[in-house]
Each structure stands twice: as C-alpha cells, then as structure tokens.
C-alpha cells in the first residue's frame, strides 16, 4: 500500500519542553512521568508549553467474530450490541470515566451482526478465522478506508488526541492470532482470559488461535493479507485509524489488545506512526506484553485493566491534563 510518509513530532518543541522542566522551581527529575508526559504532548502539538486538551475522542469501533462460535468468550454473538448501547448512554464503565475525563464519544457499527446496517457497515460479522477468511481482500480494503476516513474525520472536526477502542464479542481472539503472527509466538503465550473465560474456554481459545495462526503465517510480511486472513472489519479499521492519526499529527492514546494488534500492524504498515502514540496502561493480557515490547512504549498506568473500551485510556487523560498544565503554569526558579 503507498502510503504518504509519517512526519515526525517536533524536535525544537522537545527540545523547549526540556529546557523549561529544567528551569522549574522544582528539584531535577523531581515530575517524574509527568515531566516525560508534558514533553511528549508539546512535541506532538509542536508548541512548549503545551496546550490542555481542548477536545479529546473516544471513537468506539464495533464489530462481531465468527470465531465466537468456537466458544472462545463468555458472551453470546449478540452482546455486543447491548455493550454498544451502554456505552452510547454513558452507563459502561468507559462511558463513566469519558464524562469524567472530559472526553467526548463516538460509537462506530464496522460489522456488527445485525439487520441494521450503519453508514460504515462494511459487512454482518467478520469470518470464523480458525476456518476461514475474516474478510474478502476488497472488504479489508474498504475497512482501513473507513478507518482512516474516521479520523480524518475527527481531526478536522478538532479533536486533539484520539482514543481508538474496540467492542466486539470474540475480538481478542483475532487480536492475539495477529500479535503472535507478527511476533513469532507460540499460541499459548498470547492467550488471555478475555471477557473472564474459564479453564475449558482458554482452552478453546487456545485451539482456535493455533488454527487461525496456521492460516495467518504465511502473509506475515503483508499486513492487508493478514487483517483478510485472521482479523476483521474493526481490526482493519482501527489499524487504518492509527495510520491516518500518525500522518494528520495527531497523538493517540492505545489502550486494550485489539487497539494493540491494530497498532502493530499500523506501524508496520507507516515507518514513525508509533512516535505519535502514548501507551495509556498496561493490560494484564498476555498478548499486549509483546504488543509493548515490540513498539517500545512504557505504560503511563499499570491499572490492570483489560476491558478493550478504551477504559484504561480514560484515566490517562487527566494525567495528560497536567502534565500540560505543570509545563505551562509552574514558577520557574
């Protein structure tokens, strides 16, 4: 895929950053993260001080797996439309800390299993990837358009971070096919306990991503082959979400293993994406170990949540708030 190339986050706005924690009436290193978070926000927005967060987005990607059959989740195929809903009211945990926060949401239907097709719909459920195909190659196509059309959307709306986040029954199976194939690992290293299964359903979950890797392995140097092969329509477009979000300048907070997998692939598919992206908290999921290891980015929080809403992402952003704040506000000595 031709790709235009990533601009890299600004050096002389760095630079500033350092330069003003250390004229702080503060001792040296004394800000800890925070110091780091505030030089990595005026190096995004390309200005020291950096400017507070004006408008934040949650965008919410929806999409259900054919590989929930194999028994690999607690929920049935039709919850994710009842997680959906609860997060368009505000009444899900993510939606909570949203309204906390200060962020506003979106929630975007990419394949949900249902009669009622949304604007950017690209088909009913994605394929059971232990047997077969997650997407035709012209769907994958149009679900990485989508996603990058979103945040083309969001930016030029003025947003000024972005938080991608996936609902989806099924979605870490995908996921964690995805990261073991780009990082070479054996399935039972990136197997985690997802929505809260049992012995018996890891164990499934297990068989389900050996046999989907099995399928997956052999496009592991082209990204598209490999969300047609064992992702879906959210993966997809998630991953062209990061790629459009790194090439408009804009930061984003990754949070949850299916956001993970879409951002590895995104890095591989746009050289420099992963400088635009802060690594909200460490998830308990085995899989996002090698998710962190691989792009080299060091959790802000390690909460242990493993919700893949954007959740964790939520309790980062005022953390965000002031680091920009301490930049711009605290006496110099």
């Keep these: 895929m031709d790709l235009p190339a990533v601009t890299a986050p600004d050096v002389d706005a760095r630079r500033a950053a350092v330069a003003r924690h ?3 009436d ?7 993260r925070l110091a780091e978070l505030g030089v990595w926000l005026a190096a995004a927005q390309g200005a020291c001080p950096p400017r507070p967060l004006a408008r934040p987005r949650l965008v919410v990607i929806l999409g259900d797996h054919g590989i929930a059959a194999a028994g690999v989740s607690v929920h049935g195929p039709g919850e994710t439309v009842r997680q959906a809903t ?3 009211e505000h009444v899900a945990p993510v939606g909570v800390l949203a309204t906390v926060a200060g962020v506003s949401v979106r929630v975007v239907d990419l394949a949900l299993d249902t009669d009622d097709p949304g604007r950017h719909r690209v088909r009913r459920g994605s394929g059971r990837i232990d047997r077969e195909d997650a997407l035709t190659a012209d769907e994958t196509e149009k679900a990485f358009a989508v996603g ?4 083309d959307e969001e930016v030029d709306a003025g947003a000024d971070m972005l938080v991608p986040a996936s609902l989806g029954v099924g979605a870490t199976t995908p996921a964690a096919t995805l990261v073991a194939a780009l990082t070479h690992t054996e399935p039972v290293a990136v197997i985690g ?4 299964i049992d012995d018996a359903g890891w164990m499934r979950k297990a068989a389900a991503v050996r046999d989907a890797l099995r399928r997956a392995r052999p496009h592991v140097r082209d990204p598209l082959a490999l969300l047609r092969v064992a992702g879906g329509a959210d993966l997809a477009a998630l991953t062209g979400f990061c790629v459009q979000a790194a090439l408009r300048r804009t930061p984003v907070l990754l949070d949850g293993l299916v956001v993970g997998a879409a951002a590895l692939l995104a890095d591989a598919l746009a050289k420099g994406a992963r400088d635009w992206w802060l690594y909200a908290q460490r998830s308990p999921d085995p899989a996002m170990a090698l998710v962190e290891e691989h792009l080299a980015l060091s959790p802000v929080l390690d ?6 809403d954007g959740t964790g992402a939520m309790a980062a952003v005022p953390l965000l708030q002031m680091a920009a704040r301490l930049l711009a506000e605290t006496d110099a000595s």
Excluded: K
């Design 22 to 24: 250390a004229e702080l």
């Design 86 to 88: 609860a997060v368009r």
């Design 193 to 196: 306990r997802g929505s809260g």
């Design 303 to 308: 909460l242990g949540i493993r919700l893949g």
């Design 148 to 151: 990058r059309a979103l945040a």
């Design 26 to 32: 503060v001792p040296d290193g004394a800000l800890g």
